[in-house]
C-alpha cells in the first residue's frame, strides 16, 4: 500500500510558534502511512525547516512576491501537487490557506485550514465575512489549536461552525536533557537561595510583558530575594529594560536574548509565565507543564483551556497587574501547594498535549479525507 503524501503549506519554517507545530507535527506523523513534505511560499527556508532537512524531511520553497494575490504562486503551487502527487494539502494560517486552497482547484485534492492564532485585539475582516463562507465550501476541514481559537474563526471571520474542529497543540521532548543547571545560577549571578519566575517568549507588546515587569516589582515587595528570567528577544526590548531601570529592579530582572535552546532554563525556574494580551496554544507553555513547572497565565485565548485554574495553575484576568502578582504570591506562600500544581499540570500534559496525541489525531484526519477524495 502506498503511503499518503501530506504537504505543509506555510511561510517560511522560522523559529516561531506555528513553524514549531509544525516540525512537532512533521516529526511524530507515521512515516511508514505519511509522506510528510513542507513547502514554504516566502522564498525562503528557516532554522526549524534546516534541522528538519538534516533528519532526512523534504522540504521546498516557492518564491511569494508582490503585496497582492501572486497568481503565478498559484500556479506553481498548483504544478508542485501535481507533478509530486500530493493527497492532501495541509495549509497553516490565513494565507497559506489562500494559496493553498486556490492552487487544489481542479486538482481533487483536499485541503486543510488550520488557525494557529489571533491578533489582539480580534476584529471583524469584512471582506473575509463575505469570502470566507464559499471558501469553506471548498475546504475538506477546518482546525483550530484551541476552543478560543476556533470561536473567534466562526465570530470575526464567519467560517461555518460546524465544520471547524479542535486539535491542541502538542510537543515532545525529554525534560531530562536539560537537566544539567549546574552552572546556569552562577553563570546568570542568581544566589542558590532565590527564587526564579521565569517567561520564554518573543518580546512583543502581544505578549505584555510591560505587565508582567510590573508584577514582578509588586512581588519583590513581599519576596525580595526572588529573580525574573526573560528569555528570548524582540522589539520591546529596549522599552522593558528601561522599565526595570525606571522601577530600580534591574539587578533582578535578567534578559538573557535569543536562545537557541532556551528549555534548559526551565531547570532553574520556580514559576513560569505567560502575561499575553492574546494567546493560541502557548509551546511553551505546554514545555512548562512537560517540566512540572505551575504556571501563572491570563485569562486569554486557549490559556484557560490549557491551565485548569487551581488545579494545574492559576489564571488571572487580562491585563490584571494586582491579581497576577498576588497569584504569584499564593505560590510562593504555600510550596506545598506549587508542588501539587507541578505534579498536576504534567499530568494534564501527558493527557492532551503531546506531540503524539496531536499527530494521532490529525492523522485520523489525513486518513479520513483520503478515503472521502
Given at each position: 500500500?502506498?503511503?499518503?503524501?501530506?504537504?505543509?503549506?506555510?511561510?517560511?519554517?522560522?523559529?516561531?510558534?506555528?513553524?514549531?507545530?509544525?516540525?512537532?507535527?512533521?516529526?511524530?506523523?507515521?512515516?511508514?502511512?505519511?509522506?510528510?513534505?513542507?513547502?514554504?511560499?516566502?522564498?525562503?527556508?528557516?532554522?526549524?525547516?534546516?534541522?528538519?532537512?538534516?533528519?532526512?524531511?523534504?522540504?521546498?520553497?516557492?518564491?511569494?512576491?508582490?503585496?497582492?494575490?501572486?497568481?503565478?504562486?498559484?500556479?506553481?503551487?498548483?504544478?508542485?501537487?501535481?507533478?509530486?502527487?500530493?493527497?492532501?494539502?495541509?495549509?497553516?494560517?490565513?494565507?497559506?490557506?489562500?494559496?493553498g486552497?486556490?492552487?487544489?482547484?481542479?486538482?481533487?485534492v483536499?485541503?486543510?485550514?488550520?488557525e494557529?492564532?489571533?491578533?489582539?485585539?480580534?476584529?471583524?475582516?469584512?471582506?473575509?465575512?463575505?469570502?470566507?463562507?464559499?471558501?469553506?465550501?471548498?475546504?475538506?476541514?477546518?482546525?483550530?489549536?484551541?476552543?478560543?481559537?476556533?470561536?473567534?474563526?466562526?465570530?470575526y471571520?464567519?467560517?461555518?461552525?460546524?465544520?471547524?474542529?479542535?486539535?491542541?497543540?502538542?510537543?515532545?521532548?525529554?525534560?531530562?536533557?536539560?537537566?544539567?543547571?549546574?552552572?546556569?545560577?552562577?553563570?546568570?549571578?542568581?544566589?542558590?537561595?532565590?527564587k526564579?519566575?521565569?517567561?520564554?517568549?518573543?518580546?512583543?507588546?502581544?505578549?505584555?510583558?510591560?505587565?508582567?515587569?510590573?508584577?514582578?516589582?509588586?512581588?519583590?515587595?513581599?519576596?525580595?530575594?526572588?529573580?525574573?528570567?526573560?528569555?528570548?528577544?524582540?522589539?520591546?526590548?529596549?522599552?522593558?529594560?528601561?522599565?526595570?531601570?525606571?522601577l530600580?529592579?534591574?539587578?533582578?530582572?535578567?534578559?538573557?536574548?535569543?536562545k537557541?535552546?532556551?528549555?534548559?532554563?526551565?531547570?532553574?525556574?520556580?514559576?513560569?509565565?505567560?502575561?499575553?494580551?492574546?494567546?493560541?496554544?502557548?509551546?511553551?507553555?505546554?514545555?512548562?507543564?512537560?517540566?512540572?513547572?505551575?504556571?501563572?497565565?491570563?485569562?486569554?485565548?486557549?490559556?484557560?483551556?490549557?491551565?485548569?485554574?487551581?488545579?494545574?495553575?492559576?489564571?488571572?484576568?487580562?491585563?490584571?497587574?494586582?491579581?497576577?502578582?498576588?497569584a504569584?504570591?499564593?505560590?510562593?506562600?504555600?510550596?506545598?501547594?506549587?508542588?501539587?500544581?507541578?505534579?498536576?499540570?504534567?499530568?494534564?500534559?501527558k493527557?492532551?498535549?503531546?506531540?503524539?496525541?496531536?499527530?494521532?489525531?490529525?492523522?485520523?484526519?489525513?486518513?479520513?479525507?483520503?478515503?472521502?477524495?
Open positions: 500500500m502506498s503511503k499518503i503524501k501530506v504537504l505543509h503549506v506555510t511561510f517560511d519554517m522560522a523559529i516561531a510558534g506555528t513553524e514549531q507545530v509544525i516540525r512537532q507535527l512533521v516529526e511524530n506523523t507515521d512515516q511508514a502511512q505519511f509522506e510528510t513534505s513542507i513547502i514554504c511560499l516566502d522564498g525562503k527556508v528557516g532554522e526549524l525547516g534546516q534541522e528538519l532537512i538534516k533528519k532526512g524531511f523534504h522540504i521546498d520553497k516557492l518564491d511569494r512576491t508582490g503585496t497582492g494575490l501572486d497568481i503565478a504562486l498559484i500556479k506553481d503551487l498548483r504544478n508542485y501537487i501535481k507533478q509530486n502527487d500530493i493527497r492532501i494539502l495541509h495549509c497553516h494560517q490565513y494565507t497559506p490557506y489562500i494559496y486552497l486556490f492552487a487544489s482547484l481542479g486538482t481533487r483536499p485541503v486543510i485550514f488550520t494557529h492564532g489571533r491578533f489582539y485585539p480580534d476584529s471583524y475582516k469584512w471582506k473575509r465575512m463575505i469570502l470566507n463562507p464559499i471558501l469553506s465550501l471548498f475546504t475538506a476541514s477546518v482546525t483550530a489549536i484551541s476552543k478560543a481559537t476556533g470561536e473567534a474563526l466562526t465570530k471571520e464567519n467560517f461555518p461552525k460546524r465544520k471547524i474542529q479542535v486539535i491542541y497543540n502538542g510537543i515532545q521532548f525529554d525534560p531530562s536533557s536539560f537537566s544539567d543547571h549546574s552552572n546556569i545560577r552562577t553563570d546568570l549571578g542568581i544566589p542558590v537561595d532565590a526564579i519566575l521565569g517567561t520564554i517568549s518573543r518580546l512583543d507588546t502581544i505578549k505584555n510583558q510591560t505587565m508582567m515587569i510590573e508584577a514582578f516589582s509588586d512581588v519583590l515587595k513581599l519576596h525580595p530575594n526572588t529573580y525574573l528570567l526573560i528569555v528570548g528577544d524582540g522589539p520591546e526590548r529596549t522599552k522593558l529594560e528601561n522599565l526595570t531601570k525606571s530600580n529592579i534591574e539587578s533582578q530582572v535578567i534578559f538573557t536574548g535569543f537557541v535552546n532556551p528549555q534548559r532554563y526551565f531547570s532553574i525556574i520556580d514559576v513560569f509565565l505567560l502575561s499575553s494580551l492574546s494567546e493560541g496554544t502557548s509551546m511553551t507553555l505546554l514545555e512548562a507543564m512537560a517540566f512540572k513547572k505551575p504556571a501563572v497565565v491570563t485569562n486569554v485565548g486557549g490559556n484557560p483551556e490549557i491551565v485548569k485554574n487551581n488545579e494545574t495553575g492559576l489564571v488571572t484576568p487580562n491585563s490584571d497587574r494586582l491579581a497576577f502578582a498576588s504569584i504570591n499564593t505560590l510562593f506562600n504555600d510550596s506545598k501547594y506549587t508542588s501539587r500544581l507541578g505534579q498536576a499540570c504534567y499530568q494534564r500534559y493527557q492532551l498535549f503531546t506531540a503524539t496525541k496531536m499527530a494521532k489525531e490529525y492523522q485520523t484526519l489525513y486518513n479520513h479525507l483520503a478515503e472521502k477524495y
